[in-house]
């Protein structure tokens, strides 16, 4: 299994991007999609997961309502749109798949930065 991940860069503070991390390697099912990330200095931190059946979704409260999960099921591919984006956003993004929605991460994705300036 294979986790590709996309997006971030730079952007000014109340922009948005779009990160993407696409699976493959196996044919997916019963998985849930994490993203987390990590400031400097900073320990990694919970962002969003997303269940692949049903798409049941979750943010963190320090998103929620400027950031959102979905899931393209056909294309093994998992976005996070981030809206109002804010400095204390600046962060390495990362996905991380949980093959059998047991809590465990089972597969990281390449961390992509994310700065947002003021």
């Known amino acids: 299994v294979q986790l590709q991940a996309f997006g971030g860069g730079l952007v000014q503070a109340g922009g948005s991007l779009r990160h993407s991390c696409v699976a493959s390697g196996r044919t997916f099912s019963r998985y849930t999609m994490y993203w987390f990330r990590q400031a400097p200095g900073k320990e990694r931190e919970f962002v969003s997961r997303?269940?692949?059946?049903?798409?049941?979704?979750y943010c963190a409260d320090s998103v929620k309502g400027r950031f959102t999960i979905s899931s393209d099921n056909a294309k093994n591919t998992v976005y996070l749109q981030m809206n109002s984006l804010k400095p204390e956003d600046t962060a390495v993004y990362y996905c991380a798949l949980d093959l059998y929605s047991d809590g465990h991460y089972h597969y990281w994705g390449q961390g992509t930065q994310v700065t947002v300036s003021s």
């Open positions: 997303i269940s692949w059946t049903g798409g049941i979704t």
